[in-house]
């Protein structure tokens, strides 16, 4: 299972960025996916999530902000980011669990200027 995010960049306060996540060696389509932020200093959360139904669910200092989305057909999921605000500055994940498994994508930076 390979996770190969990307889409980060810096961007000013305000802004928009959109991430993508593609996904290869599982059957896309059957499975939950998720984006993670990690910042400096503070511990990996969950940021966004998206069921193999398509059903979303945000943690609530982006709700309204951002909407996760998937396109079965090309393996992918995305993040699209609005009103960034510095405080959304990370290094953010894409995941997927399978059975007791975790997987990861490197990671790609997001940082947003005041």
């Known amino acids: 299972v390979q996770l190969q995010a990307s889409g980060g960049g810096l961007v000013q306060a305000g802004g928009s960025l959109r991430l993508s996540c593609t996904a290869s060696?599982?059957?896309?389509?059957?499975?939950?996916l998720a984006w993670y932020r990690q910042a400096p200093g503070k511990q990996r959360e969950l940021v966004a999530a998206i069921s193999s139904g398509g059903s979303t669910n945000y943690v609530d200092s982006v709700k309204g902000r951002f909407t996760i989305s998937r396109d079965n057909a090309k393996n992918t999921v995305y993040l699209q980011m609005n009103s960034l605000k510095p405080e959304d500055t990370a290094v953010y994940y894409c995941?997927?669990?399978?059975?007791?498994?975790?997987?990861w994508g490197q990671g790609t930076q997001v940082t947003v200027s005041s």
């Open positions: 995941n997927t669990g399978i059975g007791t498994a975790d997987y």
């Open positions: 060696g599982i059957t896309f389509v059957w499975y939950a």
